[in-house]
């Protein structure tokens, strides 16, 4: 018991060290960050600052690579899909084989048309006879008029009309120009991964939970007297289970590996399809989680009329007004309904289904120089009186 005790002791005085230190951590970092010179936020910056360098000065650099890996991974799936889902679903059913073959078609397709375009496509920039009476101020790197909604790149190093983010995969910005394509590629990239996941699931149980490469099957079904099996494997009449007659030996009948034959190409065939199914499947799922999660941030900024780097500024502003009792506007928010028809382009007579479930060649709406607000009555009911 008292080694217990003295056990328990040392424990105890090993977390009040710690706690200690911690306390002193947290107490060195505000003394040097809440003071009227240097506040979280400011020393949060300077920490990151390397990072923020990596970022600016390399990104460029790597983005050809995040686009070509982005081929290939959309390629590697589309195939594996084409090499096993297509025999198996249309050995259980024809019929819906063509309409998986059409949804799934129709789904690759505008996966691919809008990922071309994001990357292809500019995302807009402030032309050089840009007057001051059209920017609200000059951007302190560009040493130029920035308009309304326009910040700049520090990796494109240039400044970008209603910027979003500077994507990777993309090598390219998101911005005014290519926000839609940038949106519905992810929309319906996780779309595609969902459709494989949820007709891949039988596929996946069958060949990744079910081993029948392992299991004795019989070839052909015995009949005539009954037979038993020796330990080489040979089949003997229960009648002449004391006679070993080499004329007696009947070929053993299974379909397992032996040692002479190794494996056969239906089971390097078989290995083969569940190494791909299990890259299959992790690539989906990832893609599920990560892409559908942005998707679903990015659908909440439409929602709000608002872009990425103006959630943050709107975020400040209203805290900043809150304090003052003061409640803050967002200038670009007209409403869900409004927000999300501006945004697809759904305007002056484009329908649905040729604007967002087609692919479509529709540039967006304005010239990203100047933007209406919620103050111009007039615009908010002409956006209603658009068919």
């Known amino acids: 018991m008292g080694r217990f005790n003295w056990r328990l002791q040392n424990r105890t005085s090993f977390l009040n060290f710690f706690h200690l230190r911690w306390s002193y951590m947290k107490l060195c970092w505000h003394s040097l960050s809440y003071n009227s010179h240097m506040n979280a936020s400011y020393a949060t910056d300077v920490c990151m600052e390397p990072v923020f360098w990596v970022v600016d000065n390399y990104t460029h650099l790597l983005g050809p690579f995040f686009v070509v890996g982005v081929a290939l991974l959309t390629t590697a799936v589309v195939t594996i899909a084409y090499w096993i889902g297509f025999p198996f679903w249309w050995a259980k059913s024809p019929a819906a084989t063509i309409f998986l073959l059409i949804v799934g078609n129709w789904l690759l397709l505008n996966v691919v048309f809008h990922y071309i375009m994001a990357v292809i496509t500019p995302a807009g920039e402030p032309p050089e006879n840009t007057s001051l009476s059209e920017a609200v101020s000059i951007c302190k790197k560009c040493i ?43 929309l319906y990239t996780t779309l595609g991964c969902l459709f494989l996941i949820l007709f891949g699931v039988e596929i996946g149980y069958k060949y990744l939970w079910l081993d029948h490469g392992d299991h004795w099957t019989e070839t052909e079904p015995l009949e005539g007297q009954p037979v038993k099996l020796n330990l080489s494997g040979h089949i003997i009449p229960v009648t002449h289970l004391n006679e070993y007659d080499e004329d007696l030996l009947l070929p053993a009948q299974h379909n397992l590996p032996t040692p002479a034959e190794g494996i056969d190409a239906n089971s390097l065939y078989t290995a083969s399809r569940r190494r791909a199914l299990w890259f299959m499947t992790f690539i989906c799922v990832a893609v599920v989680l990560a892409l559908g999660t942005l998707c679903s941030w990015h659908a909440k900024l439409i929602t709000r009329g608002e872009t990425s780097v103006e959630a943050h500024i709107n975020q400040s502003e209203r805290k900043r007004l809150l304090a003052q009792n003061k409640t803050y506007i967002n200038p670009y928010n007209f409403g869900p ?38 103050h111009d009555y007039d615009y908010a009911a002409q956006i209603d009186e658009w068919p």
């Open 144 to 186: 130029s008029p920035k308009p309304p909604r326009t910040h700049h790149c520090s990796v494109c190093n240039k400044c970008i009309l209603k910027m979003d983010h500077h994507c990777p995969w993309l090598n390219n910005c998101v911005g005014f120009g290519n926000h839609r394509y940038f949106f519905l590629y992810m």
């Open 337 to 374: 309904k409004k927000n999300w028809r501006l945004f697809l382009g759904l305007v002056r007579g484009r329908k649905f289904w040729r604007t967002v479930l087609l692919p479509s060649w529709h540039k967006p709406e304005g010239n990203g120089l100047s933007f209406h607000t919620v």
